[in-house]
Every structure is written in structure tokens, then in C-alpha cells.
């Protein structure tokens, strides 16, 4: 089977750092993914990542270690436009991604 | 450029009824995928339409459900009969390139059977 774990939920203050983890159990695997999906929004990519290591983008960072079956989506100076749900996803054959149920994350002033 | 558009945005049906969905991908992409979340779940792969031609339809549920994609352009997804576990929200992707993984998404029709 196919699977993803990730926390339902996370608060943290305005201004802290927060981490988002995801661990996978997949039969096919082409890279983890992370995307931002604002209440009845559109789910918005963030992040990438195929091989081990971490990629940053602005205020976001993405790590990945395939030996391990983990990720996770860090996001720092959090400001409270980040307060969303967080999805993982794990590239699949032929582009498809399997997600993870999501995380909503609370940021607080 | 524009985004995915999707429509309606929100659709209530009686059980038994049938509807349609429709999704406008980004001019000039290939690809397009449809995707759909069932309250508190996660976000399920349905079909995946490269150009007009159904790449991958593993995640359909059952023969309910009928996609196309007309000249490789815009996508329908009809559901008749709708059952009530058909409710959620149905989101539509596309991309010109597939290797990293990074679609752009429509914001998704709510569907509601009741």
C-alpha cells in the first residue's frame, strides 16, 4: 500500500520557526512535494525535492532523505498569512502525486 | 497568464442526479489531472489526460464517473448517478512539464449530494 503521515495540526507564534514532517511508505517514488492550500483555495506548490538534501525558497525549506522515508517543510518568520494547511506529496509514475491528509497549521500573533 | 479555472464552484445535487464538472487548464499545457478530497481525507489522484488521451485513470472509483478532454483543450468530469459518498471537493491540475512536480491548481468545485 501507499502511504503518508503528517500531524493534523501545528500552532506556533508569529515570528517562531515551525517544522512540518512527513514520512512515506510508497511502492513507487519520484520525489516529495509540498503544497499550501488556504481555506477554499487552490492548492499552490512550494516546494521539490528528488534528491536527498535541502532546498530553500525565501521564508521555506524543503528537506528530503530517501533512506529514511522522510521530509520535512520548514517555514521560518512565520507571519500569520502562512496560518493554511500544509500537504506532502509523493511523486508517483507518470506525474501523479499521492498526498498526505495535511497539516493545518495556526500561526498565533 | 491565467489560472486553472474550474466550475461551477459549487454544485448541490440530489442523489441519482448527475452533473458535470468542468476544468480550463492553463493554455498550452499537456497535462492535466483530476484530483479530488472527501471531507478530512486526503487529496485523491482520479485520472491523468496527456493532450486529449487518458494517460492514467487508476483512481476513478467506479463507472459512475466518465472525464474528457475535448481537442486537448478543456476537461469534463460527469458523475451520474451521483451517490452521496460522491460529496467533496473535485480540484483540476495542469503543467507543461511533469518532472518536478509542481502543478498549478484550480481552486475546485465543492460537490454536495444529498
Known amino acids: 500500500g501507499q502511504s503518508l503521515e503528517q500531524p493534523s495540526e501545528v500552532t506556533a507564534v508569529e515570528g517562531a520557526i515551525v517544522q512540518i514532517n512527513c514520512t512515506y511508505q510508497t511502492s513507487g517514488f519520484y520525489g516529495l512535494s509540498w503544497y499550501q492550500q488556504h481555506d477554499g483555495g487552490a492548492p499552490t506548490f512550494l516546494s521539490y525535492?528528488?534528491?536527498?538534501g535541502l532546498e530553500e525558497t525565501g521564508r521555506f525549506s524543503s528537506f528530503l532523505s530517501r533512506s529514511d522515508s522522510y521530509g520535512y517543510l520548514l517555514l521560518q518568520e512565520l507571519q500569520m498569512k502562512d496560518s493554511a494547511s500544509y500537504f506532502c506529496?509523493?511523486?508517483?509514475?507518470?506525474?501523479?502525486?499521492?498526498f498526505g491528509q495535511g497539516t493545518e497549521l495556526s500561526v498565533k500573533p | 497568464e491565467a489560472g486553472v479555472t474550474q466550475f461551477p464552484s459549487h454544485s448541490v445535487i440530489e442523489k441519482g442526479q448527475t452533473v458535470t464538472l468542468r476544468c480550463d487548464p492553463i493554455s498550452g499545457h499537456d497535462n492535466l489531472y483530476w484530483y479530488r478530497r472527501v471531507m478530512g481525507k486526503e487529496i485523491k489522484f482520479l485520472l491523468h489526460f496527456v493532450k486529449e488521451s487518458k494517460q492514467d485513470e487508476s483512481g476513478m472509483p467506479n463507472n459512475r464517473f466518465l472525464a474528457e478532454r475535448t481537442g486537448g483543450t478543456y476537461s469534463t468530469l460527469k458523475v451520474q448517478p451521483a451517490e452521496l459518498e460522491d460529496s467533496g471537493v473535485y480540484f483540476c491540475?495542469?503543467?507543461?512539464?511533469?518532472?518536478?512536480?509542481?502543478?498549478?491548481f484550480g481552486s475546485g468545485t465543492r460537490l454536495t449530494v444529498v
Open positions: 525535492n528528488a534528491l536527498d
Open positions: 506529496a509523493v511523486g508517483g509514475q507518470g506525474g501523479k502525486l499521492i
Open positions: 491540475a495542469s503543467s507543461s512539464d511533469r518532472s518536478n512536480y509542481g502543478y498549478t
